[in-house]
């Protein structure tokens, strides 16, 4: 019942035919690398513009949006990502990694608007309202279905000071849903967000989707990688 | 919400989500502030999370007397003021101060030395909480009976309020030490271990075999500069809370920045001399050595 999963570096895996980056300037980040490691995937740290050309698909990982905003900024990362997404490369963002993939941020009485966080990679053609659901008294777990992957079972979702997707564009398909609120959603087979952390659970089927689609991208740009 | 979602299963103030938040501060700085404009300083700088409080440790440490939980109304305005998590003190063992942050609704509780004890036996049953906590430690086994009573977090002591890092070296230096001591041990003296250090069995056995605390563990007390705070990151510590050593520095705003780029590049000499550059006066400091014995904080706390 104590356990914390997943804070503990694993081993890399000798081989795999594409590598995952993780942006680690704050938050979880080493959880995410964990996860991907234990599936066999190459995963590794991303703090620079030059670590970011090696890797074939970036994981946004969960932490504080504001520091992470403003990380990214202080070390010149903002276009580097942008370029990796006008690439094609994909980009999962979870929770505060969903905050800046969002196109717009909306207003809630307790917290702050766009102002709080000017500079984003605003890809996603999504809008999000930050803590959403409420302080860290209203933070959660709860069971969801991954409906797009038939066959999956329930699995155990932790939000914390969650935000909630309140609009989503044309382009954004809904993948999981939490009574009425899309908690995971994809745009263009590239970017994928959850509201939740599937990266302090056991279960690595969202990692596994999303390796399969980086998988596909690479496929697909051979040209990318020599 | 568990009423609306009921298929869902919906569950708040479970472990995994109160020791989840703390994972999300990994890799961050969490920075003592004792007015609203303080706190909007520190999340401009990146804090990712801010400490409320009346008094820095270092005041604490020169006004004297008893300290106690900050004016609720005052945590409040912090609350009002920043997007970022808010913490706030409760003393040692007074599990209604704790009641009233978790009333008010402060994301993280900081069960501290830095406050006057108001319980010399025992310390707050922390299980009992929807809200988190984070308590301080000298050494394993404090810290391993600290997550028994339900912290979720833990922050090496060291020696709030003066500005020098060498407690807080100490005390990670110990936690780790005897971390790694545990590693190598037969499983035989796994019991004694756990009866002379005074932490629950069970703890010390998940400790061994992840080969780390079994929560996140942040330093805290004495850190004053970006070199302080990489040097407990070297250490191999998760984060870093700064209390006195940015608002009693010459420029608040830029140290904080400083510090916060400090933690993420702990690894890098480079970097860290970059953002070394120009800060201004660090606070003045206090050796620790120089202390009278009835004024180390980090003694509070059993």
Not at chain 1, 112 to 121: K, N, T, V
Request: glycine share 10%.
């Amino acid at each position: 019942m104590r356990t914390v999963l997943n804070l503990v570096e694993e081993n890399q895996p000798a081989a795999g035919n594409v590598t995952v980056g993780v942006l680690a300037l704050q938050g979880a980040f080493l959880e995410h690398i964990n996860v991907l490691r234990r599936i066999g995937v190459k995963a590794r740290p991303i703090r620079t513009a030059a670590q970011l050309e090696t890797v074939d698909g970036l994981i946004i990982p969960g932490g504080e949006s504001t520091t992470i905003g403003k990380l990214v900024v202080r070390w010149g990362l903002l276009q580097p990502l942008q370029d990796f997404i006008a690439a094609g490369k994909p980009v999962w963002g979870t929770c505060a990694g969903l905050i800046m993939l969002a196109k717009d941020i909306g207003q809630t009485p307790q917290e702050g608007g766009a102002h709080i966080l000017p500079h984003r990679l605003a890809a996603m053609d999504i809008i999000v309202d930050r803590n959403a659901y409420g302080r860290q008294i209203d933070s959660f777990e709860a069971d969801l279905t991954a409906d797009f992957l038939p066959g999956k079972a329930p699995f155990r979702a932790v939000f914390i000071r969650a935000p909630r997707i309140e609009a989503i564009g044309p382009t954004v398909t809904p993948l999981i849903r939490y009574g009425d609120d899309v908690v995971a959603a994809l745009q263009n087979r590239q970017l994928l967000v959850t509201t939740f952390h599937p990266e302090l659970t056991a279960d690595p089927l969202l990692h596994e989707y999303f390796v399969s689609l980086v998988k596909q991208a690479h496929n697909r740009q051979p040209q990318t990688r020599s | 919400m568990t009423k609306e979602n009921g298929s869902n299963n919906t569950q708040t103030g479970t472990w995994r989500v109160k020791a989840g938040l703390a994972q999300m501060l990994k890799g961050g700085v969490i920075m003592d502030v004792v007015t609203p404009e303080q706190a909007k300083i520190a999340e401009d700088a990146g804090a990712c999370a801010v400490m409320a409080l009346e008094r820095v440790p270092a005041d604490i440490r020169a006004d004297g007397g008893v300290a106690r939980m900050s004016d609720p109304g005052m945590i409040q305005r912090i609350m009002d003021m920043v997007s970022i998590p808010v913490m706030a003190k409760a003393r040692i063992g007074h599990f209604v101060e704790a009641q009233i942050l978790e009333a008010l609704g402060v994301d993280y509780i900081d069960e501290s030395e830095v406050l006057t004890p108001a319980d010399e036996a025992h310390h707050i049953y922390k299980h009992n909480f929807k809200i988190p906590f984070v308590c301080g430690c000298r050494n394993l086994g404090e810290a391993l009976r600290r997550i028994g009573e339900g912290a979720a977090m833990i922050r090496t002591k060291g020696e709030a309020g003066t500005g020098d890092v060498v407690e807080a070296v100490r005390h990670a230096r110990t936690v780790l030490g005897q971390i790694k001591q545990l590693q190598v041990m037969p499983e035989e003296e796994l019991m004694t271990f756990a009866k002379e250090i005074g932490a629950p069995y069970e703890l010390v056995k998940e400790t061994r075999a992840l080969g780390r605390l079994p929560v996140v563990n942040f330093a805290a007390g004495g850190v004053a500069t970006p070199a302080d705070a990489a040097l407990m990151m070297q250490l191999g510590v998760d984060g870093v809370f700064v209390g006195s050593g940015i608002f009693k520095s010459g420029n608040p705003a830029k140290r904080a920045n400083a510090i916060v780029q400090a933690v993420t590049h702990f690894n890098d000499p480079e970097i860290l001399a970059e953002i070394s550059k120009d800060l201004g006066e660090p606070m003045v400091g206090i050796n620790v050595r120089s202390l009278p014995e009835e004024e180390l904080l980090a003694e509070r706390g059993w």
